[in-house]
């Protein structure tokens, strides 16, 4: 990799394995290691390789964003990503602090890939693709789950700047699997998969490239559940993605799961305006009329969030989070 691939985690752990490896890795391989803390990190974070940004240094930085984005949220990764984007970067890799990279999670990435290229299947269960287990994303609509599973057609090359890759072990599913079905799993190693206009499945934020056309698209939204916050923005930058002739690409788990203590009666809870709205969220994104083009992007994910809170479906006070974020990219020029 080069000087212009970030590496970005927002955490509040004190260096553990996963980071201490991170850091390492990124050392190695030439990556920039950018890691957010919140209010609950420790007050020394001291790690060779990683630059810690706390609450106090945070506050130091020149973005609108800073001014109003809650604490004690996963939302505080999108300074990260401002962060990076300042920095020069060139491309944006995000992941978890229970995520252990393996090797083929620091070669290159290229925005131009060859896969199985899907359009127009509706509600598409990616993670069937890549395994004969029953198994299905956090974030899928359930009502869709017995849905037929659209045949793949050949491989061909396809421009995907937003690219999801797999996690073995502890797979992103929701806490309705969790609770009713075996873990672990690991997936089998299959062709990607590129969904593209009129094809949805939900992508996460534990394995997942940005190249910098799609950049606005990293925005998380903070007034939400923790559960649907990177849920939700995936929506969103499946939906502008269609409007600028882009696809959404699933690649082999990279990165293997040793995941962080979890109620998982508590995940439930925080899931259910999930598993209760997923579904709708998508149909009305579906609906809105956006102009298409690249050079639309900004206004078209204005409009998204517009949709969201008007809808109640993300709290009032997210649209001056995303105006700010949308002032802070117009002024780093994205």
């Known amino acids: 990799m080069n000087e212009s691939t970030f590496l970005v985690i927002t955490s509040i752990a004190a260096p553990n394995a996963v980071l201490i490896d991170c850091a390492e890795q990124s050392t190695a391989h030439g990556v920039k290691f950018v890691v957010m803390g919140d209010t609950k990190s420790p007050t020394q974070f001291d790690l060779s390789g990683c630059d810690f940004w706390s609450i106090d240094r945070q506050l130091t930085l020149p973005f609108s964003l800073v001014e109003n984005l809650p604490t004690r949220h996963y939302g505080r990764k999108n300074l990260g990503y401002l962060v990076a984007m300042q920095q020069g970067a060139q491309v944006i890799i995000e992941t978890d602090d229970d995520n252990f990279p393996r090797e083929g999670f620091w070669t290159n990435r290229q925005r131009t890939q060859p896969a199985h290229s899907l ?16 198994i299905w994303p956090r974030g899928y609509a359930l009502e869709h789950l017995h849905d037929t599973l659209p045949d793949l057609p050949g491989l061909s090359e396809v421009v995907c700047p937003i690219q999801q890759g797999l996690a073995d072990e502890n797979p992103d599913v929701d806490a309705i699997y969790r609770l009713t079905l075996p873990l672990p799993l690991n997936f089998e190693q299959r062709d990607s998969v590129a969904l593209g206009d009129g094809a949805w499945c939900a992508f996460n934020s534990q394995n997942t490239t940005w190249f910098p056309e799609a950049f606005p698209l990293l925005y ?115």
């Open 119 to 134: 359009t127009q299947t509706g509600w598409t269960n990616v993670y069937k693709y890549f395994t004969d287990k029953h």
């Open 220 to 334: 998380l939204p903070s007034h939400c559940s923790f559960r649907m916050t990177d849920i939700w923005r995936s929506y969103v930058a499946q939906r502008v993605a269609w409007t600028c002739g882009w696809s959404i690409l699933f690649h082999n788990a990279t990165v293997w799961q040793e995941r962080n203590e979890h109620n998982l009666m508590r995940d439930f809870e925080d899931e259910v305006s999930g598993y209760t709205q997923n579904r709708q969220i998508c149909l009305d994104l579906a609906a809105l009329d956006l102009p298409e083009g690249t050079e639309h992007i900004h206004e078209n994910l204005l409009t998204c969030y517009r949709l969201l809170t008007e809808k109640g479906y993300v709290g009032k006070a997210e649209m001056p989070l995303v105006e700010a974020w949308v002032a802070d990219l117009r002024k780093l020029g994205f």
